[in-house]
């Protein structure tokens, strides 16, 4: 890390990023309430202003993450009952996305050699094409996930970089809205991964994965890239961008599921495209 002359906002975030993991006491003696006070004077210590911070003020134990967070069975269906009805449902959508961004789509191939096809595949199994981002509070789901002991420290680290996207600008407080394990916009992306890998790929100086197709497209291309995503190869099972897509879920019906998709979207855009006789 270069040295600074002073700590502007961004640098004390960034440092405070590159610092050891909070460690607020998970289910403490005085519950939900106990935890969230030890988080901020944390939190506190490593950047966030006492007007981010505010933002918690009255955030509520929410239960129904909680239930949510012990009920994940749908990745233990085969990969036939998982992949064929996801695919089925978001066929011609993708077909059609992947036709009307097309000049976006090559743009995004040449900067970070993603497949067009891969990006459209992501954001129609993540958010039906950004149509059903989530309605959950992101820092009420991350601040519970974060209390509960099973991944304290991963979820503590989610509502800090949450609380970072709006003190940076990113994003606004009614912005943070989005799946029950804190992901939002239209990729759902963690809120580490939003401070990661979104982008401004529309122009308008604004990484916006709310709003914004291009932005969504291009971050997740960008974010297969910052895993070692490797250009006109194949990613298939067995394959090292396969890997890259468990980076992505690591559960393996949902990666066998994306490539699958991605293969034959891919395929069929390659069809459409051919002369005809």
């Given at each position: ?53 505010s933002l918690l003020n009255n955030v509520t134990l929410d239960p129904s993450v909680l239930a949510a967070d012990k009920r994940q069975g749908v990745f233990k269906l085969s ?68 209390f509960d002991c099973r991944r304290s420290a991963f979820f503590q680290n989610e509502l800090f970089e949450a609380l970072t996207l709006v003190q940076k600008g990113d994003l ?106």
């Amino acid at each position: 890390m270069r040295p600074v002359k002073a700590f502007t906002a961004a640098a004390v975030l960034s440092f405070a990023l590159a610092a050891p993991a909070l460690a607020a006491k998970c289910n403490p003696p005085g519950g939900f309430d106990a935890f969230m006070a030890e988080f901020k004077k944390e939190a506190a210590t490593r950047g966030l202003t006492p007007r981010t911070l505010s933002l918690l003020n009255n955030v509520t134990l929410d239960p129904s993450v909680l239930a949510a967070d012990k009920r994940q069975g749908v990745f233990k269906l085969s990969f036939e009952e998982f992949a064929t009805p996801r695919i089925k449902q978001r066929w011609a959508r993708a077909s059609r996305h992947l036709s009307e961004q097309a000049p976006t789509l090559r743009r995004i191939e040449k900067e970070f050699g993603v497949p067009g096809a891969m990006t459209i595949v992501l954001w129609g199994l993540e958010t039906d094409f950004g149509t059903h981002t989530g309605k959950h509070e992101v820092l009420r789901a991350t601040a519970t996930l974060g209390f509960d002991c099973r991944r304290s420290a991963f979820f503590q680290n989610e509502l800090f970089e949450a609380l970072t996207l709006v003190q940076k600008g990113d994003l606004h407080p009614a912005d943070l809205r989005g799946d029950w394990a804190g992901e939002l916009g239209q990729a759902h992306f963690l809120p580490s991964s939003y401070n990661r890998y979104a982008i401004d790929f529309d122009g308008n100086g604004k990484r916006d994965l709310i709003r914004s197709v291009p932005d969504t497209l291009a971050s997740i291309a960008n974010y297969f890239k910052g895993y070692g995503w490797q250009p006109r190869q194949p990613y298939g099972e067995g394959t090292e961008n396969f890997e890259v897509i468990r980076k992505w879920n690591k559960a393996l019906v949902y990666a066998k599921t994306v490539a699958a998709f991605a293969e034959k979207l891919e395929a069929h855009s390659a069809r459409a495209e051919q002369p005809r006789r």
